[in-house]
């Protein structure tokens, strides 16, 4: 984690057990309520000193009175000035995505704990932004104000739009926002960048994006989290290489890894349960149909039960992507989630002409990578199938993983060689 330079303004200090301890000399930056010995009087979203039960100073942080994670670390050493430190944290995550980021005009500029910016979501998609704040210390307001006022300076947005969460609203205890636009108040006056002239209130919040090549709508205040799948675009395009014939995209949403394949392939059916994203998929193959050479047919229904009638039928695929939401999003139901990803696999694979290509993915963080390779394996030992890994992947390089930190290493995507 960066260091700073010393000094104190935090007043308030939290006395964590050896437990915390650990985790932390292990690399991770959270420590949970159950392993805070002592935190008396602290304003909720304070910015606190963090020691251990003999005193020793561990590093700054920034605390919630109701979050089972109590303490996410900001640094190791003391820091006297939070909005001077969050600029320069804000000018850095810009700056490594100058490095690491090409070919597309959307992507992700801030990856919370992964660019020592906990609780702070902002994604880019052309001349727009789109904010998620997930802590108490992130909503404060000259917090709020600071985190504004630094992405207007540096990316010059045509408009910021803030995209609300209530379930952690909720859990963290802030009161009820919608989402919405930034009012041009909130950026201390400042024009940011809008080309028309207009006033917050009347800017759009739509716009339209380039991925490898290829186009997509985007509506600010639709769609899933900040609005589309950006952790997905390398994905996208190193899927493309392989695929061919009769292709089918399974969970499709607004038709990512449909409009990567439609130039290679001779037919391409995407599937997912969501009308509204089928709708914008239809619209953003419109944006691409000079460059797609066929049409692609999309069909609304449940996956389970599409996939069961096709490989009941016989239906026969060259290349199939798999992409589903979250089926674990807690422990409590990972052997669900797994008896799911089993049934999808295995399902596509018995579906998969011999020399096809499986696209599968998993943005589960509590599936591991390791278990997630078992599964893949115990599907295609029941299908009769072996399997070449032509590729081992994961999230986009604009969403970093931080060492130490494994929550930042969510989205596991393994393109397989299929023969009989």
Known sequence: MPKRSSGLSDSSTVTISRAGLLRLRGGHVWVYRSDVVSAEEIKPGSLV????????FLGSALYSSSSQIAVRMLSREKVDDLQALLRERIQAAVAYRKQVVSDTDAYRVIFSEADFLPGLIVDRYNNLLSMQILTQAMDADPIRQTVISELAQQLQPAAIIERVDPRIRELEQLPA?????????????????DPT???????KTSTIFTMNGVRFHYEALEGQKTGAFL?????????????????LDV???????????????????GVDSSRPALEIAEQNAALNRQDNGHEIEWIEGNAFDLLRDYSDSGRQFDSIVLDPPAFAKSKQNLQTAMRGYKELNLRALKMLRPGGTLVTCSCSFHVTPEAFLEVIAQAARDAHKSLRILENRAQA???????GVPE?????????????
Do not use: W
């Not at 969970?251 to 059916?269: D, E, I, K, N, R």
């Open 49 to 56: 000193s963090v020691q251990d039960e003999r005193g020793k």
């Open 197 to 203: 002239g207009e006033p917050a209130s009347e800017r």
């Open 397 to 403: 390089k604009d969403h970093p993983i931080l060492l």
């Open 408 to 420: 930042t290493y969510y989205l596991k995507c393994l393109i397989f060689n299929v023969s009989s």
């Open 231 to 247: 952790d997905q675009r390398e994905n996208y395009a190193a899927a493309a290489k392989y695929m061919r014939g009769e292709a």
């Open 177 to 193: 926002r919608t989402s919405g636009l930034i009012s041009s108040e909130k950026i201390s006056g400042e024009q940011i960048g």
């Open 251 to 269: 969970f499709c949403y607004q038709g990512g890894f449909a409009l990567h394949m439609a130039p290679h392939c001779s037919q391409v059916t």
